[in-house]
């Protein structure tokens, strides 16, 4: 097992999500309907350069007894 890269804190994910806006709504949604997924920070909308739709950033916790 390896020790985190500096500055990264354990349990602590950042997700990149692309698609239509409705769907990186409804998936962000979901995961914070999780009880061991707390959503800590979710950029607004980023049109695409090259492909149709959007992108946005979340940055999740993942809280005790998640699995880990």
């Known amino acids: 097992m390896t020790a985190p890269a500096a500055g990264q ?3 602590v994910v950042k997700l990149r999500l692309c698609g239509a806006t409705a769907d990186i ?13 707390e959503i800590i920070d979710q950029s607004p909308g980023y049109p695409n350069r090259r492909d149709p ?16």
């Open 9 to 11: 804190v354990p349990g």
């Open 25 to 37: 709504a409804t998936l962000a949604g979901l995961l914070a309907a999780f009880p061991v997924v």
């Open 53 to 68: 739709g959007e992108r946005a950033y979340l940055t999740v916790r993942l809280t005790p007894g998640a699995g880990r």
